[in-house]
Every structure is written in C-alpha cells, then in structure tokens.
C-alpha cells in the first residue's frame, strides 16, 4: 500500500471481484470495461442477477470486492449487505461492497451506506475511475461520489445543534473540509494537495466519515430522513 | 336512458365540444335546490330553469307525480358538474356581478313560497284529517328523510372533487342522521297509525330477527363483496399510474431514442439528448408530483435555481454538469444576482472546459452564507493574461459579485482546469 500516490499503475495488483446487477448488459459493460485482468488487474470471479443468486455467488467465490447494484430484484442491495453481514466482518478476506448504481437518490445511497457498503459510485463512472475504486475499496477505504459526500454533508449539517451524547458521531471541521472537495469534484490526490496532507491522510478522513456514517449517527440520519419524509 | 360518462365530458363547458358530442344528462351539483335535476334537466333540454320547475311543481299537483317522477329522476341521472348556467344569465336583464350574486337568493325565496303553496293545496286536496290522511303523514315523514338521505349521497360524492371544511362535514353528517330518524319516525306511525302499537314489541323482535338473519346470510357475501371491490379499485389507480408511465416513456423516450439514431455520427447532440432525457426521467420518477410541468416557473429556492441553470448549461452546450446541492434556502435578490454569476461561470466551463470531463457544481448553503463552486477540468487560463476589453469574466462574474457584496474567486492550473468560487451572505430576513 505504498503505492497509493500513483494510483493508477499498481505493479502485481489483482483484484477478484463479483457483479451483481440485473442488467444482463450491463453486466456485460462493466465486464468489457475494467474485465481485462492484464492490464486492469480485476478480475471478474463471477455475477449475479438477484439476491439469493448474488449470495450464492458471493459465498463460493469470496472475491475481494462486489459491484452491487441498488435496486436488484428479491430485496435489493440492501438486502445483500443485510445477508453477507458476516463475510463483510471476517478477519481473513474480508468481502467489500462497493454501491454501482443509476438512482442517486438519497435513500437509496443513504440506505447501501448504512447497510455496509464501503462506497458509492453512480454508473456514469468512467472505467478507469471505477477500477481505482475497486482497488481503494480493496484497501479498505472508502469511496466517495461528488453526490454522496453531498447527501453526507446535508445529513450532518441539518442538525447544527449540537447533540447531547459526546463528540465521536460529530465529523471533524477537517472531514467535512475533506468532503467538501469532494463534493466539489476533487480527486484524492487533488484533495491532499489542496489541504497539503498526504493521500493517505485524506483517505482515513473518509474512512472515518463513512464508520461515523454507519455507526454512531443513526440518530441524526433518522432525523434528517424523517424531516425529508425519506422513511 | 342517461348512462354514466367521464366528468370530463359534463364539464366541458365551452360550446364548441357541446355542439359535437351528443349531450348527456346530467344533476346539476351547482345552484340546486333539492337534488339538481330541474338544473340538469334545463341544462340539457336547452330550457330556462323556472321552466322545468314549474312543470314539475304542477305534475306534483296532480296527485304527487311531479314529486314521484323528480324520485325517479334523482334516483337515477348521476350528478355532474355544470348543468346549465348559460339560461340563467340569459333572462338576467343586468349582466352585473353583483345582481348575479343575489339572485339564486331570489329564487330560492320563490322556490321556499311554491312549496307552501303546493303543501297547503296538497293537504288541502288530500284532506289529512280523514282515514287516508293517517298514512299521509308518516308517508311525508320518510319521503322528507329519504330526500335528506339522498342529497347526503350526492354531497359526499360531490366531496371527491371539492374539499370540504370539518365544519361543513359535522353537518353533513347531522344531516343524514336527521334522514334517518325522519324515516325511522314515518315507520313507527305507521305501525301505531295501523293499530299494532300494542304488538310493537313483537314486530320489533321480529323484524330484528329477520334483518339478523340477513345480515348473516348476506354479512359474508357483503364483505367479501367491499374487498372486491376495493381490491378491484386498486388494480385500477396501479393500472392507471402503468398506462400513464407507458404514456410518458413512449412520449418523451421514444422521441429522443429517434433523434439519438438520427444524430448517430454526432456524439455531442447524442450525448446532449440523452441527458436531458435521463435529467427529465430522474425529474420525473424521483420527484413527488407536480414537477416537470411547471417548467417556465421561476424557481423560488436556491436548489431548483442551480439545478434548473445547469440544467440549461447542459442542454445548450451538450457537456454533462454535475450538481451536488448540501441545504436549501429562499432565493433572495442577491442569491439570484449570484445565481447568474453561477451561471455565467457554468457557461464558460462548459464551453472552454467541456473536454475535460463532466463539470461540477458544488452549491452549499450553511448558515446565512451560500457557497458555489463551478468547476472544469479543462486546459484552464491565466486571468492576468486576458486583455483587459474581454469583461465576460471581469463584469458577469466577479463584477457582479462584488456590486452585490459577495465575493468570486477564481483559480485556474495550466493543466487542472478551472473553479470559479462564488460567495455571498443572505440577505438579512424580512
């Protein structure tokens, strides 16, 4: 993991990883896109077209990373997440999800996040750009769209006053700082520049916005869905 | 025979329509006086009003056929909206509003005098003291009900197309009830007018245990009967809502997929068309209701005014914007003065840093400061190097932002593209 500032040539990277969409043809895309394991370092261990097949497939192959898509028929993502709750949570291998979907709405990103995706991207991603956060995601960090980091910073600035219990569900001035670029359309690297930390440095930052995400802010985001009438 | 249509048709008042497709009957739910079938009757027969009331008010002279017939009528013709309106201002000899206005009182003082009339006629001619007259009374007593019940049907389907106040519906529903014990009352003189009062105990239980047994009988088959019915309803709103995505997606969709494989060799008209169909789709799909048709309305907060500005960019320029909006706020005079320093800036990244990629635009509203940020990754430009005479920059965004006490920041890389950042404070609340 040295070689996270020069993200896109990873020497020796491979990657093994799972689609699950309904779209048989867009399945198909992604394939062609980011599926040459020569050059890409990805390869593609298997797909799925639902939930129960999505499990099925997730369970044999064990990849690194899967392309889960939002809406899938028999429950949807969120019901994957739900259902491969104990592979995310292995020690060895654990299995990452990474949210590839059309729909940028907010409950839907929202709701993949909460369930345990480690990022969200929307499927007008470019190939290049979805195998580096393919790889990102292998690392174990986060990955944020420009819209997401958005609905991120609604979800925490709509609550401006402070609540009772302790700081640690609060981002830092430095994560929403972090957030803002990207929601401004920064690449990481551009972000550490602009802020003059390392990569690495901004890539925690998100790391941690997406635990505080899942974890201690189930209030807050509650609140902020409720007000929307998201929920 | 009348036979139900659409509403739509009765409501089409225009006299263009009225001439084409045959007229249907309908009650009149506007002016009525007791169930709008004088109105409606009028409306299609092409008569003034008074006209038709007078011919039921004499038929009801002769022996209650008018009354039995306006039942019959009311029984059947299902109420629709309109009726007639063009007669009645036609033997108004002043076309003023306020004379209309006091009008319908007039007639309904004449309506209030005919009927004690005919009551005084009717019990004249009926002699009420004799034999006969001891069915009269309770036979009025639950035709007066049946006629409250009645009007109560048709107001509470006239309440699908109008909003009733809570007020009104408390008396609607005293009303009703008022009908019922009308008719309850008219039931019991009849059986104490018969002389079986002293066996009233006895035909009560009798007849509890008949409506008992009917209802048991007929109780499941009732139910059952409602769930059908609504299940039935339902199928009907999910089919309506498919047919009226199916009209869209072949409206819009279609369309666009035609210029798409007319304009194949040009990737930029596709590229344009097919993010205007997916905005217009998203707009659609996502949004409540209500969008997509007020589309020349100005938008009033400050989410809509950048979407709807980028929206523009991107359909004129053909180069996808990104927008993410974090809060929302009113749009005051000097949001709409930074909306189209905005603006100005996401026109030129779309056309001097288009092939980059997709440009961002980052609007945040926190506290009373609202931050946009416009940004291309296209070859960028260095500010001083602009001559002095090209304002476009200079006046439409940094000018305007400064004459408008908020402040424009541009950052340009050689080959990081450019972000204009544009920052202004809220006008204080009034």
């Known amino acids: 993991m040295t070689e996270t500032e020069g993200t896109q040539e990873r020497p020796g990277r ?36 639902d939930v129960d097949q999505a499990v099925t497939v997730i369970t044999a192959t064990r990849p690194e990373v899967v392309l889960l898509d939002v809406h899938l028929p028999g429950g949807g993502g969120v019901e994957v997440l739900r259902r491969c ?20 709405a907010a409950e839907d990103v929202i709701g993949v996040i909460r369930g345990g995706a480690r990022g969200y991207v929307t499927k007008t991603i470019t190939g290049t750009d979805l195998v580096d956060s393919v790889f990102r995601v292998q690392d174990g960090d986060a990955v944020f769209s420009p819209r997401l980091a958005g609905f991120v910073l609604d979800a925490f600035a709509s609550t401006d006053a402070p609540p009772m219990d302790e700081d640690l569900d609060r981002l830092t001035q430095r994560e929403r700082e972090v957030l803002r670029l990207i929601a401004r359309g920064y690449a990481y690297k551009e972000i550490a ?26 209030h807050e985001l509650t609140r902020w869905a409720t007000a929307r009438r998201l929920v | 025979m009348p036979v139900a249509t659409p509403r739509r048709a009765a409501s089409s008042r225009a006299p263009e329509p009225e001439e084409t497709q045959p007229r249907k009957l309908y009650r009149s739910a506007e002016g009525r006086m ?23 008010f004499v038929l009801f002279l002769s022996d209650g056929l008018g009354a039995l017939l306006y039942a019959v009528f009311w029984f059947v013709v299902p109420l629709g909206v309109g009726g007639v309106d063009a007669p009645r201002s036609a033997f108004e000899t002043t076309p003023d509003g306020r004379r209309k206005l006091r009008k319908p009182d007039k007639g309904q003082v004449f309506a209030l005098i005919a009927l004690l009339v005919g009551a005084v006629t009717f019990v004249t001619h009926v002699e009420v003291g004799g034999q006969a007259g001891r069915y009269v009374w309770p ?31 408390m008396l609607q529903l005293a009303r009703g009830l008022a009908g019922v014990a009308l008719v309850g009352m008219g039931l019991t003189a009849f059986l104490v007018v018969r002389g079986s009062a002293a066996q009233l105990g006895n035909v009560l239980t009798a007849a509890l245990a008949v409506v008992a047994g009917i209802a048991l009988l007929a109780g499941p088959w009732l139910v059952r009967m409602t769930q059908d019915l609504s299940e039935e309803r ?11 995505v199916a009209a869209h997606v072949h409206d819009s969709v279609l369309h666009t997929l035609t210029l798409i494989q007319r304009n194949a060799e040009d990737p930029g008209e596709v590229r344009r068309l097919a993010r205007a169909q997916e905005r217009e789709l998203r707009n659609w799909l996502y949004k409540p209701e209500g969008t997509g048709k007020d589309e020349s309305e100005e938008p009033d907060t400050l989410a809509e005014a ?3 500005a980028a929206a523009e960019v991107e359909d004129k320029h053909g180069v996808p914007l990104e927008v993410v909006v974090v809060g929302d706020c009113p749009l005051d005079d000097k949001l709409a003065a930074q ?3 905005a603006r100005e800036a996401m026109v030129n990244a779309a056309k001097y840093g288009g092939e980059g990629g997709a440009v961002q635009v980052y609007a945040e509203v926190e506290g009373r400061t609202v931050f946009v940020s416009v940004r291309d990754r296209g070859p960028g430009f260095d500010l001083d190097a602009v001559p002095g005479d090209r304002m476009g920059v200079r006046e439409s965004i940094i000018g305007r932002m400064q004459r408008n006490g908020g402040t424009a920041r541009l950052r340009s890389a050689p080959d990081g593209g450019t972000e204009v950042e544009l920052e202004m404070e809220r006008a204080a609340d009034g």
């Open chain 1, 85 to 104: 709750a104990p592979l995310m949570g292995a020690v060895e291998n654990p299995v990452r999800f990474l949210a590839l979907s059309v729909s940028d």
């Open chain 2, 34 to 56: 007791l169930g709008g079938v004088a109105r409606g009757l009028a409306g299609h027969l092409g008569l003034p009003v008074v006209w038709v009331r007078i011919v039921f």
């Open chain 1, 14 to 49: 491979h990657v093994r990883v799972v689609l699950v969409d309904d779209h048989r043809m867009f399945r198909t895309g992604v394939q062609a896109e980011i599926g040459q394991t020569a050059t890409t370092g990805v390869e593609v261990v298997g797909e799925a077209a």
């Open chain 2, 234 to 244: 339902l199928m009907r709103i999910r089919a309506q809502e498919r047919a009226e």
């Open chain 2, 139 to 169: 036979a009025l007593l639950i035709g007066l009900g049946v006629v409250l019940v009645w009007r109560q049907a048709d107001n509470a389907r006239r309440a699908h197309w109008t909003e009733t106040p809570r007020r009104r519906r």
């Open chain 2, 306 to 308: 950048v979407k709807r």
């Open chain 2, 339 to 341: 909306m189209q320093a």
């Open chain 1, 193 to 218: 520049k602009q802020l003059f930390i390392s990569v690495k440095t901004v890539e925690s930052h998100v790391s941690a916005v997406l635990r505080k995400l899942q974890l201690s802010n189930r």
